[in-house]
Each structure stands twice: as structure tokens, then as C-alpha cells.
């Protein structure tokens, strides 16, 4: 390999691995301020957690040998990452790649159930989870499984139309928001829910952490482009470029598009849409950064900018507690881009005349992982129900989740022990 790719390969990692601070940042700010350290610690808890259980077994189940039925591979086949030590290969340079997808995928769930949830129930759930829905569906649509390509593994006319998921839309972004989805009904509702105003206490660090993850998601984009053997400046030079300006038109479409409901909606255009339309788009185009235009880009964010600016509001008419939008940018912002690709693609879609094959694919590949990530997160959720329990006490909630699991509180100030005593 090229120096300067390893290189590269390791940044877009640690660029990818500073997302989930970022994210802590972007959630810490949306919620009430006896909630942020809780939020926070959610994330940096998903990092302890998911980067040992990756090493041990996940890499393993992701992209080891032996596959189980297509779905996952064998979880001892290089449990530890003891062969690759012994080997001596650029190995690493995947699972150190790959490591920081798992734990950015796992830590976004966490906003759907802020405020209520105990943090031994958190730190449970996450190994349960990965093992069961995030290293299969890795290994079904990148590591050579039941979604990867076109070599048999999808039956009938799907054979001619490979899947495309550039970097994550299905096996992160889809993942997450229906776990999401899960826990918040499983779960239930804030106390006050629906009945009282529960603004975000600090949109500074919410803007913070939007900028952060936008920064962030060129690793995430960018770093998911796999070099040929023959011409590597050349290839990435273009796809690499081009993988940069889809990821950046959609954000910034992305934007515009949110801003713009809301100012048709509610009159005024907000910081928190801004946020907010910045990783819709974000959201959406990672999956289909390396397949379109972009024209086509630029398309796919205003439309993922707009449709998801009117799913958060969902929750209020299906009462369903989604405390950040989980649901509402990572679910259907997932959605949107996984099929757009089966319509804006330049190769394979239907609006540059190549049929119906990829799209329909492209469907049948998110409704799988729709399903596949649904069951898999309420088994673990009623596991870790009926074991732990979910839900702090009641009255810990109101007094703030922070002071309860924590003992913390991430503002001082006016107290008996602050500089303004």
C-alpha cells in the first residue's frame, strides 16, 4: 500500500472516532440541562464499550471467515485480533477503520431514549447490541455476505443490480434509527411528554457539535473509498474528490431545505434546524456519496433536508418519545438515501435510463435491515428489561438524570459550591 494512503486511512479514522465526542456535543445541547452529562456520558460510554467488544469479537463477526448462513461470520475466527498480530498485515488499518463506525452507529441510538434510562442499562445494552444487529448487517453488506454483491447471494433479477451502500447508510444509519424507534416505544415516554416544553438547553454546543460531526463525516465518506491495485492516485483523486463535494452540496442542501419548512411552517428559521438539516443531509448522502452527481447530490439534500424536517414531528401525532430525532433524521434520513440511489444513481438509476433493478434492490436492501435491526434490538431490549430494568425512578427523573446516575451536575453555577457563592 502507499504511504500516503495508510496515512490517510488512519486520519479518516481518528476523524471518524472524534465524531462521537462531536455527537456528545450535538446531543449534550438538545436536552434539558439536568440531562446533558447523562447524554454525554451515553457516548463516551458507547466508546469504552463497543472498541473492547470490537477487538475481541467484532471484527471478527464482521469480516472474519467461515460465515454463518451469509448473515455473520465466525466470531473466534480472529477473536482478539491474536492472527493478525502474527501476521503482520495492514489489517489493522481495517479494524481501526471499521472500529470507529461501530461506535458511532451504537452511540447515536442514545438520543431517542434520553432523559429516563439507567446507565447500567445503557452500558448492557450496547455489547448485546452490536453483537446481535451491527456485525451482521456489516458483514451482510461489506463483508462479503447475504447483501454484499451480486455473485449469488440475492436471489432472482437482484443478481443484476448491486446493492450500494457507500458508507453506511443501512448498516448504520437505518440500524440506528429503528433501534431507536424500538427502545423509545419499548421504553416510553419522558414524564411530561407532549405536555410540557422540553426545549434544548444550549444551542451552542448543539452548533458545535453539528460542525464537529460535518467535519467528522469526511472521514466517515470520504475514507470509505477502497483504492484499485493499479492507478491508485488517479482513481482517488476522482472518486475521492467527487466522494468530498457530494458529501459537502448535501449538507449544505440539506440545510436549505429544513430551513425552508420551517420558515413556511413556523415563520422563523431556527439554529436547531440548521443543526439539524446539516446531518440530515449528511445522513443521507452517505450512502450514495460515491453513486451520484453532484446535481444528483445537491437533489437528494434538499429532499432529505425537507422530508426530515417533517418526520420530527411524527412523534407528536404517534406519541412516541423520540427525544432527539433519532427517528426522524437517522431512520428516514437513512431511508431516503439508501433508495434515492435506485433513482439519482449515474450508473444503474432510473432517471439515467437503466430500469427498475437497482431501485428495487435498494428497497429490498433497507427493508431487511428495517427488519433485521427491529428484531434484533427488541430481543436485546427486553433482555435487558427483564434483567436490569430500563427506567430510572420517577422521582430521579424529575430531579434531573444527571444528579441520580452521576452525582454530577454540569452547571454550578449559584450553588453552595460555585464561583458565584
Same mark, same amino acid.
Given at each position: ?152 447471494? =440475492? ?25 431507536? =424507534? ?119 439534500? =434538499? ?119
Amino acid at each position: 500500500m502507499d504511504i500516503g494512503l495508510i496515512a490517510w486511512v488512519l486520519v479518516c479514522s481518528a476523524l471518524v472516532l472524534l465524531m462521537t465526542p462531536g455527537l456528545a456535543l450535538f446531543y449534550g445541547g438538545m436536552t434539558r440541562s439536568k440531562s446533558v452529562l447523562n447524554m454525554m456520558m451515553m457516548s463516551f460510554g458507547a466508546m469504552g464499550v463497543v472498541a473492547v467488544v470490537y477487538v475481541l469479537w467484532g471484527y471478527s463477526m464482521s469480516y472474519g471467515g467461515d460465515d454463518v448462513g451469509l448473515l455473520f461470520a465466525n466470531p473466534f475466527d480472529v477473536f482478539g485480533l491474536t492472527d493478525i498480530v502474527d501476521s503482520g498485515t495492514a489489517d489493522f488499518l481495517t479494524v481501526a477503520f471499521q472500529m470507529t463506525f461501530a461506535i458511532i452507529t451504537a452511540a447515536l441510538i442514545s438520543g431517542a431514549i434520553a432523559d429516563r434510562v439507567k446507565f447500567s442499562a445503557w452500558m448492557l445494552f450496547l455489547p448485546l447490541w452490536v453483537t446481535l444487529s451491527y456485525f451482521p448487517l456489516a458483514h451482510m453488506v461489506w463483508g462479503g455476505g447475504f447483501l454484499s454483491d451480486a455473485d449469488g447471494a =440475492l436471489p432472482g433479477f437482484f443478481s443484476d443490480a448491486v446493492p450500494v451502500d457507500y458508507a453506511g447508510g443501512t448498516v448504520v444509519h437505518i440500524n440506528a434509527g429503528v433501534a431507536g =424507534l424500538v427502545l423509545a416505544l419499548l421504553i416510553g415516554r419522558r414524564l411530561g411528554f407532549g405536555r410540557e416544553p422540553m426545549k434544548p438547553h444550549n444551542l451552542t454546543l448543539t452548533m458545535l457539535g453539528a460542525g464537529l460531526l460535518w467535519f467528522g463525516w469526511y472521514g466517515f465518506n470520504v475514507g470509505s473509498f477502497i483504492a484499485p491495485e493499479e492507478g491508485i492516485a488517479e482513481a482517488f483523486a476522482y472518486e475521492g474528490g467527487l466522494v468530498w463535494v457530494n458529501t459537502t452540496v448535501a449538507a449544505s442542501a440539506a440545510i436549505l431545505g429544513w430551513l425552508i419548512i420551517e420558515k413556511l411552517r413556523d415563520g422563523t428559521a431556527t439554529s436547531l434546524g440548521a443543526a439539524s438539516g446539516v446531518v440530515a443531509g449528511l445522513v443521507a448522502i452517505t450512502p450514495a456519496c460515491g453513486a451520484l452527481s453532484p446535481i444528483g447530490s445537491i437533489i437528494l439534500g =434538499l429532499v432529505s433536508g425537507v422530508l426530515c424536517s417533517l418526520a420530527v414531528g411524527l412523534k407528536y401525532r404517534f406519541r412516541y418519545d423520540d427525544s432527539l430525532d433519532v427517528v426522524g433524521v437517522h431512520l428516514v434520513g437513512g431511508l431516503v438515501g439508501t433508495v434515492a440511489i435506485g433513482f439519482l444513481a449515474t450508473d444503474g438509476g432510473l432517471f439515467y435510463g437503466d430500469g427498475l433493478a437497482l431501485l428495487v434492490t435498494q428497497v429490498v436492501v433497507a427493508l431487511f435491515a428495517v427488519l433485521w435491526s427491529g428484531v434484533a434490538t427488541l430481543i436485546v431490549g427486553l433482555i435487558v428489561k427483564f434483567t436490569l430494568g430500563w427506567r430510572i425512578a420517577d422521582e430521579d427523573e424529575v430531579a434531573g438524570i444527571d444528579s441520580t446516575e452521576h452525582g454530577e451536575s454540569a452547571y454550578e453555577l449559584g450553588s453552595s459550591k460555585g464561583v458565584l457563592a
